[in-house]
């Protein structure tokens, strides 16, 4: 696993940004019902680290994703794995944490609030800043975090408030059409990335994931860019295309180097990992790594096995059964690097862009390479990332359950069931993946005991919406296929 500077999130500079890429009608007026004394580089510093931690969140209440994905299931409160979301609300809590309020008009911050923290620190930058070049990049930056987070709530929701959501003169905003936030957001990344002065400085050690450093930020764009037009291949190949060549040329991902990390604060309760706070200092034991994923690995003698698990009583790796009440102490637990208060929290990585390639050649856009190269390029890279050597990776990579020429199944199966198995701890994506390849197709390979219906397509919207903002509300389900707010409505991106 790659090392880099450890920020301490508790104790970062102070400094300031500014705006460039935001949607056109995004009101940049100073909002009074923000606290005007709080610096830019706080607001920013704290809607950085609340998208990492929703992201990371092993909540069921927030991100029950790594259930969803069977990566995960758990032990004692089956709901999630079940596919129940009404005891815990994990469709609201998402919803909270990325929005910041329990509804996203008002603009108030509240933390741990991830849109209303950035969109307030764009707008204070112009009070803090005096450099215009910084204050430039500095809201660029905080842009492109928006654009993920608001990635992230259309391939959960479908259509949700985007136009207005922000602007503090609408009470009760819109839910814009998904495919057509899709389309703003990706016009959104090609003004940050062409935006972006990367001779200039930006928010230093505010920046708790690439500390201020403009050129990686451009690089974090375009891979999200390339990740955003392959979502949107099934939809709009043409568009999909296009923005997927314009990504690589304008420079994406190239090792485990460029991942998106922040470091966390093993000095600071609030500021260390989620992962920690919900597996150790909680002294919960909630969850059990999935007998899928575990047999799976084990079948195929992964190396990864033994970086991601401890084994059984018995000296086993073994998993629970999803759905099941299946105790604590009886199968593997995580790893003891995963259960560390400093365990870093990423937010994309280069083994996803590679990935990514793989399927951008298997659809027919020219990105250069082969399908092969680029599977076993992801591989190596996730192999090595966890702490394995290529001497390994390369072992792994010559079964045939493993070789891409001889592994089973069409290209979206063998992407599939590696990129799940990569994408271990990357908790929405494990979920979005398998949603939108098809592979593992769990409601046939492994469907929970006592499932209420299939694997869920989507969340449902929160249910104060339906009372708080009623009218558009009611106009957003009211375009669900089926009309009713169900969790199996296919999204836009969806076959």
Known sequence: ???????????????????????????????????????????????????????????????????????????????????????????????????????????????????????????KFALDISDPAVMRNNRIIADILEVFTYHLLVGTYGDIPYSQAENNTIPYPKYDDAKTIWTDLLLRLDTCISGLNETANSLGAADQVYNGNTAAWK?????????????????????????????????????NDDDAVMHYDPSSVTNANPLWQGLVNSGRHDFVPSNLLVNIMSDWNDPRLALYFTKDSHGEYSGGVPGAGNGYGIFSD????????????????????????AEAVERGIPVGGTAASHYNNAIVASIRYW????????????????????????????????????????????????????????????????????????????????????INWQDAVNKIPGGKDVVGAKLFWMK
């Open 1 to 123: 696993m790659r090392m880099k500077t450890i920020l301490n999130i508790s104790t970062f500079i102070f400094v300031v940004l500014t705006t460039s890429c935001t949607k056109g009608i995004t009101d940049w007026n100073i909002d009074g019902k923000n606290a005007s004394d709080v610096p830019a580089y706080t607001l920013f510093t704290t809607g950085q680290k609340a998208l990492v931690d929703a992201y990371n969140s092993s909540s069921v209440s927030v991100a029950p994703f790594r259930v969803l994905a069977q990566e995960w299931t758990e032990n004692t409160y089956i709901q999630e794995a079940q596919y129940n979301f009404s005891d815990y609300n994990a469709n609201a809590g998402w919803w909270q944490r990325l929005y910041g309020t329990s509804t996203p008009n008002g603009g108030t911050t509240v933390n741990p609030g991830v849109l209303s923290n950035l969109e307030a620190a764009k707008k």
């Open 219 to 255: 690089k974090f764009a375009a891979t999200l860019k390339l990740k955003m037009a392959l979502l949107l291949a099934d939809a709009d190949f043409a568009t999909a295309s296009a923005k997927a060549l314009e990504a690589v040329n304008t420079g994406i991902f190239s090792s």
């Open 334 to 357: 995580f790893s003891p690097a995963m259960q560390t208060p400093d365990y870093p929290g990423v937010l994309l990585s280069y083994v996803q862009t590679e990935f990514l390639l």
């Open 387 to 470: 702490g394995g050597t290529e001497a390994d990776a390369n072992e792994y990579l010559l079964q045939p359950a493993v070789a891409y020429a001889t592994a089973t199944g069409n290209w979206q199966q063998k992407l599939g069931y590696q990129k799940w198995i990569a994408n271990y701890n990357m908790n929405w994506d494990s979920w979005s993946d398998i949603r939108r390849l098809g592979h593992p197709n769990l409601d046939v390979v492994n469907p929970p005991i006592g499932a209420k219906g299939q694997l869920p397509l989507r969340f449902t919207y929160p249910a104060n919406e339906s009372g708080s903002n009623a």
